[in-house]
């Protein structure tokens, strides 16, 4: 956590956030570019920490506050424990005892962690952009100890900011696992690991210096699970629609686990929660109810993405959202978003968008605009494969009774 902030040029118990949004600048597992972000960053080892929502009036904030192993502690605004009225999260370290009233307390049983938290757009223009980093900047962060009269929040702008949190799939993954065991306590539930990571040189209280050797040894260990992550994520996920492509790319068993921080005492999806987490750094603790994702890494005849094609999806009218829907187009190797490329999707809200007489949409993927819908086009790159996350924010009934149907993403011929 300390890093991520300090990557960006904040502090722990300080607020990161964009001022626009995001481009292919910032290398996040699979973000969203339709949404203005704020991290708010908190480490209670000084004590408890209160996070403020603002309630939803002339705008909403959607997301989570976390834990540092990206467990939802609780969701916040209208789809979280304060219903939209807003309210005063306090997140208390290990061992803490108390609840004082006013506030929803959240105990963790670690000190780091980080709330991530999305200012939603009521349009696509450059006033509903400013809107929403107006009503994010309402969001408040500080010591309990200075609930009383509490300090005003600092926040870091981070845009235009190169910033990488992709997985490294090397020596380094093993050097950040170290950082967390000198930084956090045992979880009872992870202390199977203890004498494992010892094997390897990892071990709390103690330096952390792979020689040559064991790096080589490590990089190739990472390099082997990242082959079978990989594998698992095309295979782990069964399709959301029978006989097409689309899947929501979190297993039935890590959505459970993430409602109650892992308590089944009979259930531990270590795989499912490991591949989920290859493509993204969020989790929310009541799925479906402020967004609900589906993704696909395959068109309509099975074949994996190429950037070097041209594809189209069909967007049937009447999208069953309260707020808005978007495509999205990330790197097959790194799930983040494509680099260097003018924009990463198009939703319901983009400028310009251009509607079929029916009211559907067509959105294009492809390395060329088509000429008579550059609009509604989402640029790839010809020398890679990518992958396509389909948002529902707002999601209503029909999303999960499955009236409303998206189709598969179709290969055409090149404009």
């Known amino acids: 956590m300390r890093s991520s902030c300090t990557k960006l040029g904040g502090k722990p118990n300080q607020i990161v956030y964009w001022s626009g949004l995001l481009d292919w600048r910032n290398q996040t597992l699979t973000p969203n570019p339709d949404v203005i972000y704020f991290m708010a960053f908190f480490n209670t080892k000084d004590g408890p920490v209160v996070i403020e929502i603002p309630p939803a009036s002339d705008g909403v904030i959607n997301g989570s506050i976390m834990d540092p192993w990206q467990a939802a502690l609780e969701d916040v605004g209208p789809a979280g424990a304060d219903k939209g009225a807003g309210g005063k999260y306090l997140i208390t370290p290990p061992g803490h005892q108390g609840a004082p009233d006013g506030f929803i307390v959240l105990p963790s049983g670690n000190y780091q962690g980080y709330a991530l938290l999305r200012s939603i757009l009521k349009g696509g223009g450059d006033a509903d952009v400013k809107a929403a980093v107006a009503y994010g900047k309402r969001i408040k962060i500080y010591s309990f100890s200075q609930a009383a009269n509490p300090p005003e929040t600092v926040f870091i702008d981070a845009i235009g900011a190169a910033y990488d949190s992709t997985i490294p799939y090397d020596v380094r993954f093993f050097q950040s696992l170290d950082r967390f065991v000198q930084q956090e306590p045992w979880l009872t539930r992870d202390k199977a690991m203890i004498d494992q990571l010892k094997s390897i040189g990892i071990e709390k209280g103690k330096s952390f210096s792979p020689d040559e050797n064991a790096q080589r040894i490590l990089n190739a260990a990472a390099a082997e699970a990242h082959a079978w992550l990989d594998l698992k994520y095309e295979t782990m996920f069964p399709p959301y629609y029978e006989g097409r492509r689309w899947v929501f790319p979190v297993a039935p068993d890590v959505i459970g686990g993430l409602q109650t921080q892992f308590a089944n005492p009979d259930s531990y999806p270590v795989d499912g929660r490991g591949v989920t987490y290859t493509m993204a750094f969020f989790s929310t603790k009541h799925s479906g109810i402020g967004q609900y994702y589906l993704m696909t890494i395959k068109d309509k005849d099975g074949q994996n993405f190429s950037g070097a094609n041209t594809y189209r999806l069909t967007v ?31 939703s319901s809200q983009s400028p310009g968008l251009q509607t079929n007489a ?28 990518f992958e396509v996350l389909f948002r529902f924010y707002g999601p209503e009934k029909p999303v999960f009774d499955k009236t409303w149907k998206l189709p598969d993403i179709e290969r055409i011929a090149a404009p």
């Open 358 to 385: 029916d009211g559907s949409v067509d959105i294009w993927f492809g390395p060329k605009a088509p000429a008579d819908n550059q609009t509604n086009w989402v640029p790839t790159s010809a020398n890679g494969q």
């Open 316 to 346: 049937p009218a009447n999208a069953p959202v309260r707020q808005y829907w978007s495509a999205t187009v990330y790197d097959r190797a790194t799930h983040a978003l494509i680099r260097d490329m003018v924009r990463a999707g198009r």
